[in-house]
């Protein structure tokens, strides 16, 4: 056990060295690895933050009923007992043009343009949520909506979270083609730079080889220099994603509060950093070992 042990120290002694023999050279693969994780690890977050502000419109699908502004009570109250009336409405709410109004004072930025208007422009309003929330019965319900007197317009408030969607599947089999890609630009560099430490140790294989040492042995310092470079480069990556987050949320900060939204980043969760480690350290090691080992056919079949 001891000496299994002291030869994993050894290999590990090694790889360091190899590490610190060319830091500039290996830090280009540290870079590699970093952009190929940061990269689309960064798109996918802001792909799926994208997705959550349409979460909930996807999931409760409703109408927005506007009526004219010359609507009075009469033409309100027979709209509010169509709605009471129809089996194909399971709730609705009804938002007067003044509690509307009410409610854009009270938004910070806004108070002082509601302010100068002469009169209220905003309609009354009424917010329906259907018992069907198939696309087709939604659509049958506005239009017999719509025909309503004094009905001014009827929105399916849905629609624009549905497209939402169809934009966040479409660039995530982006994100994952750009994967695919930097994977494999990652997989090549790791692949190339063990290659080459093999090659310059050809003779010092090819004797450590004929004394007898087993190709576990030979191979171990240069899949511990895999794991070191991938380690790195997941490291890399995750301060690359901090630092992008940190900007991107600086930038995005002003018009978060304008509209109301939160359109922030959240800071990276240990399951993500635990995500980027296992990958970088992961796909590193597959690299290496594949390197290592055809390198190691070659050399045994000259001896």
Known sequence: MMGWMHQHQMALRRAFSQLARQPVAHLVGVLVIAF????????????????????????????????AQDADDAAVRAVWDNLAARTDVREFRYISNTEALAEMKATPGLADAVSALDRNPLPHTF?????????????????????????????????????????????????????????????????STVRQQVLSARSEIEITHLIGATPGYIRRPFLYFGILQGLLGSLAAALLLWLGSRWYNDAIQPLSNLFAVNLLLPALTLREWALLGLAGIGWSWISSYLSVSMALRRIAARC
């Open 36 to 67: 190929a994780l940061s990269l689309p690890a960064g798109a996918l977050r802001l792909i799926d933050r994208a997705a959550s502000l349409g979460q909930g419109a996807l999931h409760e699908p409703h109408l927005t009923l506007f009526m």
């Open 127 to 191: 917010v329906i949520r259907a018992r069907n929330t198939a696309p087709q019965a939604l659509e049958t319900l506005r239009k017999g909506l719509a025909g309503l007197a004094k009905v001014e317009r009827v929105q399916v408030d849905s629609a624009w979270a549905k497209r939402l969607d169809a934009l966040v599947q479409f660039a995530r089999r982006g994100a994952g083609g750009l994967t695919v890609l930097l994977a494999v630009a990652m997989a090549f560099t790791v692949f």
